[in-house]
């Protein structure tokens, strides 16, 4: 008995030892595998970096993988064909347990060209340093490649191979392995940076090579078929810009080779190798409408099987959107297979869950009906998607080219909706799609804001364009001029100067004077100050209307941010410095800040408290302020122009023939004028005028004008006839303002 259980424990502990060694000897032919794909890698990358150096490729755009590993690489030779690479991130190599990861990157030397190195230090291989690119021929002939680099890990070590040298000792292998390349930015429309683990950063020129007539397909699709057995893969097609295209295909006797016709130039090609079939080549071929052709040569590999060949299965195609759908199975369907997880089986019909990546994807479906067997490709579209690297745009006054990057899966159109900014494309996965925005020169001191609309279909992203305005030009300081009463608001225009005075015409603003503005004594005379005085402030007029800056030699005026009555002085304009001013016919002048709750500046006459502030309103002492005006520039007289029209300084409106209406009627014997009546959205409305007048006569002319019957303007001005000519009256007054009719 007591050998029975020492067996049955001896059986326990040798069955306990086999398991463990068994599990240790898979985590090793994991960990070896998974070695050999990172070796794999990093001796693709050390490739890739060659070429690129070589100028033997160059990348049109670099997209990153969904969940970040990598990116998805397109590149263009020089003769313009197109190939897609992906590649996996690279880090900074880290010591494993068993080894050291080497950390392999490119160096410029002194000469100019690259050299690769391992750890940090130069490559040595016979005691030289070895090329990274290749050497430029001379007198005509054609340079010479660097030396392939290749890597590999034998017997826990790794060996560096440099040509057709040998294998070169490079130190104890690590269970991780990273490949050199960390990042890649193709925002750029010139250059594209390739940062390396190590820190690196090449600049290498972007693809500039027009995109020739080309099929993408991955070749190993189909490779290692069975005679009677159906394969699909997904392809795409590149064209130049504006190109259209056929596609055909010529294949071997019995075989059979479907293409679906292309959506978004990507679709699926189908071959089915008949029973007696062995290894051949298919072509497909394109045709462009340019007279371009290309053939893309499919190399077929039919493995020998003792099993007996099948019937030919049925090839079904299905191109979905990237919506959720279904596509229903033929009656009876059996057998379905299929191992894609979007795909699910219902009731006979295949679920296709919505496509949320920005790839298409595929999907191969084999099922039985009836006596037939059936191979269904599932092709389904990817997400569009328009995706902005920023949705700002902010340029300074003087404008200029700005680069800008959209990443898209589609055909992107793009378009401003003002004048001064336009956009030129300078070129699936994200890719990025580079763009020029050229915004031209802000003369306004008034700041700007465009849209850009970056479009396809439906989808739709919009870029906010700001421009700075231009530095305010400061009018040098008048030498004679005199301040007039301003009863227009109108009329006011930026570098206009201006007197604020109390409504008893006596006191002027004057200098700071802690939290408000003092007052000073002036003479007015007929509502003119001739001579203001020293101490007087001159505020200079900035901005425009609506949104006027008050600029005096120490600042700019400012209601205050608080709660108290003040008139402030500060550096830089705000809302709190930004005023709106309207004045009544009597010269009664509302100044309000834009921000604020003491917006309103008035003058104190309180005794003791006399000042210029800010106040929440009116009241017994506060009262609204006088503002005299001495314009920028001088009034144009109203004679100096010849269209039939309404100037009123920044407010003018002219006659325009075809578009406006121009009505006569009389009252007596008064007559009354519409010069403008465009589609009963605009009237101006002039009155006072009799049939009459002569030159130097007097004329009230009232004036009415409503827009969208929402009245504009409404208000009598004292004029006289200045000018008669042509069947043409000239009315206006010595400010400018005025009025051309017809007698």
Known sequence: MKKLLCLAALSVVLLACTQELETRLSDVESRLSKVEDQVKELNSQVSLIQQLLDGKYFVQSATELADGSGFKLVLVDKAGNVQEKTILKGKDGEAGKDGVSPSVSVKKDTDGNFYWTLNGAWLLVGGEKVRANGTDGEDGKDGKDAPATQFKVEDGKWYVKVGDGAWTYAGEAATEVAGPIASVDASDDAVVKITLSDGTVLELPKASVPVKLQILVDDTAFANMKAGQSKSAAYEVKAPAGVTYTLDSYEPEDWTVTISKPKDHKGIVSISVPATGKSAKVLLIAGGSDGSSYVKVLHVTVEESGEPAQDDPVVLQEMVDAAAGSIDLPAGASEVVFSADWLTLSDGRLLVSANDTYDSRLAVVTF????????????????????????????????????????????????????????????????????????????????????????????????????????????????????????????????????????????????????????????????????????????????????????????YLSAPTGTKNQLLTVDAVTD????????????????????????????????????????AGTGNNTKEVLIFRRASTPAVPVTQYSELGLYLGSRQRLYAAGTDQYVRSYDGDALQFVLMEPQAKEQVRLSGFTTGLGIGDPVTVSVEWKKDKTLVLDKEYSMEVLKEEGGKLWVGDARGRGVIIRK
Do not use: H
């Not at 970056?454 to 530095?471: I, P």
């Not at 109390?502 to 408000?516: E, H, I, R, T």
């Not at 009544?584 to 104190?604: D, H, I, K």
């Open 368 to 555: 039985k009906a009836g006596e037939k067997n059936y191979t269904l490709t599932v092709m389904q579209a990817q997400k569009d998607a328009i995706v902005l690297t920023d949705n700002t745009i902010s340029v300074g006054a003087d404008g200029g080219e700005v680069p800008f990057v959209v990443k898209a899966n589609v055909a992107v159109d793009a378009a401003s909706d003002v004048a001064w900014i336009t956009v030129v494309p300078a070129t699936k996965g994200l890719e990025e799609k580079p763009y020029v925005v050229t915004v031209s020169a802000n003369a306004s001191t008034e700041a700007r804001e465009g849209k850009l609309t970056f479009s396809s279909g439906e989808l739709k992203q919009v870029v906010s364009v700001t421009q700075d305005a231009a530095a305010p030009v400061v009018p040098p300081t008048p030498v004679s001029g005199d301040f007039v009463l301003l009863t227009d608001a109108s009329e006011l225009q930026e570098g206009d100067e201006l007197i604020l005075v109390n409504q008893a015409k006596n006191y002027a603003m004057g200098a700071q004077n802690s939290n408000y503005r003092s007052r000073v004594s002036v003479t007015v005379e007929d509502d003119t100050i001739s001579e203001p005085g020293d101490d007087v402030v001159v505020v200079t007029l900035e901005g425009a209307e609506g949104a006027w800056n008050l600029r005096t030699s120490d600042g």
């Open 576 to 615: 709190y410095a930004t005023w709106t001013i309207s004045v009544t016919e009597a010269g009664l002048a509302s100044v309000v800040a834009s921000a604020g709750s003491r917006t309103m500046l008035l003058y104190n006459s309180q005794s003791g408290n006399e000042r210029f502030s800010c106040y």
